[in-house]
């Protein structure tokens, strides 16, 4: 040990009993989407989460789903909402907002603005998925570019698309 001085550090500690509030935007319900939910929904006690499906699976004739605007302040396990936050003073409950493959039109100027004061502002941590239809590409919005911590150019078709034409499986003979 050439050096025994840097075997301790003196530091404090804050413990809190504090749940994280977690904000979880998509529009279909993808595999990443899945896998944050089924993290954050069941498995960790110290998250409190709220997710958010613009295109959410339905059946054909089910009645709509109601209005339940995501909120940090819902019963701990009641996480399904079927809006966004209703109010900036919402949005900045949240300690981390993660957006998925979501569409430009879906969040407005005003919005944008709200989550860029929520990140510079509050703190809270702005995550954002690539997704193959929309995130980041589709996104011409000055506030959102400015969010993003990538330059590219815009477009407005799918980044991903499949090689082959629409298929149908069928059973064979054997």
Known sequence: ELFPNNNEWNFDVAVSDDRTNVLVIDDRPRWEFRYLRNLFDSRDKSVHLQ???????????????????????RKFGESEATRLPATPAEWRKF???????????????????????????????????????????????????????????????????GPEPAYRLMLTAA
């Open 51 to 73: 997710y958010v499906l613009m295109h959410p699976d339905t059946l054909e004739g089910a009645p709509p789903l109601p209005e339940i605007p995501a909120s940090a302040s």
């Open 95 to 161: 300690d981390v907002i993660i957006l998925g493959d979501i569409p430009p039109g879906l969040i407005g100027e005003e919005l944008w603005g709200t989550i860029r004061d929520c990140v510079q502002q509050r703190g809270a941590m702005l995550v954002l998925i690539a997704g193959p239809s929309h995130m980041p590409h589709a996104f011409t919005n000055e506030t959102a570019r400015s969010l993003i911590p990538v330059e590219y150019e815009n477009t407005a078709g799918e980044i991903i698309t």
